[in-house]
């Protein structure tokens, strides 16, 4: 089975903080994205990308940046971090090589800027 | 514009009983569904899918039933148990295009014992 692990759990920053998730995937996937989850807003996506180096803005990529230097590796970074930026932070890659399609998401990072 | 609607946040069932959550889309470029299951502090887990060469799919309690003519799908699980209380998102997709899923903004499910 595919697995997209996100490096924490639980993060506690202060406003003005750079802060950088990073997240891993172990099957060789193309498109990865970044999420954030609210309650009543559902999953947005904030940035996802096609492969190495490629990427491409989602829905909210204000105060938002991405890394991706290697196919396993995409990270996201909160170039100063902001009390409305706090949320649950949800990675995943896309598998499209077998039925059923579709995403494999890691366990998510929930991040309170204080 | 919302492309994928899920018009109750929440639901609340009694165990043993049938929950039927739902989901609208307006896109007809969506050709294959998926059903996700969130638990509070976890990822979300894939739970069902169904392409839009079917109407209906069914795995063990959970069926999801497609009906293209009206843009809709809706996900039955019989009976209902107090694990299955979370939040359910229902996503799209346009196979062969950006392979981006389109998600609902997810119904709470709540199963009283």
């Known amino acids: 089975d595919v697995k997209v692990t996100q490096s924490s759990r639980y993060l506690v920053k202060r406003t003005g903080e750079k802060v950088f998730l990073e997240c891993v995937q172990d099957m060789d996937h193309e498109n990865m994205f970044w999420y954030r989850q609210d309650p009543g807003l559902g999953l947005r996506l904030i940035y996802f990308?096609?492969?190495?180096?490629?990427?491409e803005k989602g829905d909210i990529p204000e105060g938002y940046s991405v890394s991706r230097e290697k196919k396993e590796r995409f990270s996201l970074i909160l170039e100063s971090a902001s009390t409305n930026q706090t949320s649950m932070y949800l990675c995943?890659?896309?598998?499209?090589?077998?039925?059923?399609?579709?995403?494999?998401f890691g366990s998510g990072t929930r991040l309170t800027v204080v | 514009d919302q492309q994928v609607k899920q018009n109750s946040p929440s639901l609340s069932v009694q165990e043993g009983r049938i929950s039927i959550l739902n989901c609208d889309y307006t896109?007809?470029?969506?050709?294959?569904f998926l059903w996700y299951k969130k638990y509070p502090a976890e990822g979300p887990t894939f739970l069902i899918s169904i392409s839009s060469i079917k109407d209906k799919n069914e795995d063990g309690r959970f069926t999801v039933f497609l009906n293209k003519s009206a843009k809709h799908l809706s996900l039955h699980i019989v009976p209902s148990q107090p694990g299955d209380s979370a939040v359910y998102f229902c996503a799209a997709l346009a196979q062969g295009g950006s392979e981006k899923l389109v998600f609902g903004k997810g119904t709470k499910l709540t199963v009283n014992p």
């Open positions: 990308s096609y492969d190495v180096k490629m990427k």
């Open positions: 896109n007809s470029m969506f050709d294959y």
């Open positions: 995943a890659s896309f598998n499209r090589d077998r039925v059923p399609y579709g995403y494999t």
